[in-house]
């Protein structure tokens, strides 16, 4: 999972510094020749009439925007999504490694208990993954020192395994939060630019705050975007742990009566 994480963030960097030399060189490049390229980049379609229109392609145009945006902010929007999604990637794949089926292993601890006591049932444990196979270890591990003392195990670890699965899912929540927050500052930014170039100007002209606002709308669209990307993931996570700890949770009561069966027998 660190090693996924490193790529992950490598590339994020990367990608994101290579946006921001793209961005900055549109930047300083004369207008007239952004013209050229801008004309270049779009595909020429003819409608049934004869007549002919220009349509950008889905990433043409977001790229486009992207740069219109402002390098700046937008890079650290784009840093976000890319960091939270790789956070998000690591939780499903743990979280889906971590799934076992509960029920099937529960029937294969009791056989083992009736055929070979304490230590088969270790065995099977070991011998699975998942949170629910170390709880139901740690319990069968405490078994001689009485029910008590396999029910306190049990508990002790479950909390220790609930924190494994709800590692590093508060930093997903932190992009959430942070994301749409620069937007709004790049929004906030935007205006103070417009309202300094009318200032300046002492005219009320509209293409001279045309751009700031642009900008303004800009950052906000992709820090709500990112922010909405970012919540569907979490709350999938968010889903998939309840799920796994309330199974964690039967298979604890589970294995507590098969424990008592066992010693009363």
């Known amino acids: 999972m660190k090693k996924l994480f490193s790529i992950l963030a490598i590339t994020a960097l990367v990608f994101a510094g290579t946006l921001s030399s793209n961005a900055a060189n549109v930047q ?3 207008s007239n020749v952004q013209t050229v390229m801008a004309a270049a980049t779009v595909s020429i379609i003819q409608d049934e009439d004869g007549t002919s229109t220009e349509e950008k392609g889905f990433h043409q145009e977001l790229k486009e925007r992207f740069v219109e945006g402002g390098p700046a ?3 650290i929007v784009l840093l976000c999504l890319i960091l939270g999604l790789a956070f998000a990637i690591e939780r ?8 076992t089926n509960t029920k099937k292993l529960a029937d294969n601890v009791e056989d083992a208990l009736k055929s070979g006591g304490i230590d088969a049932a270790k065995e099977v444990c070991r011998n699975t993954k998942g949170p629910v196979a170390s709880i139901y270890y740690q319990g069968l591990e405490r078994a ?3 029910v008590d003392a396999a029910e306190k195990a049990v508990v002790a670890y479950g909390g220790v395994q609930m924190g494994q699965l709800e590692k ?5 929540s932190l992009f959430i939060a942070i994301a749409p927050m620069l937007g709004f500052m790049g929004t906030v930014i935007g205006m103070i630019d417009a309202f300094d170039k009318i200032q300046a100007a002492g005219d009320m002209n509209p293409s001279l705050v045309a751009g700031g606002i642009k900008i303004a709308l800009l950052t906000t669209v992709f820090g709500l975007i990112v922010a ?3 919540q569907v993931f979490y709350n999938y996570i968010i889903a998939k742990i309840d799920s796994i700890v309330n199974s964690m949770e039967d298979a604890s009561i589970t294995l507590i009566d098969m424990l008592v069966e066992y010693k009363n027998k």
């Open 144 to 146: 001689n020192e009485g």
């Open 73 to 75: 902010f937008m890079g």
């Open 168 to 172: 590093n899912v508060s930093w997903i």
């Open 28 to 30: 300083i490049m004369p």
């Open 92 to 99: 499903i794949i743990y979280l889906n490694l971590a799934t």
């Open 228 to 230: 909405i990307i970012l």
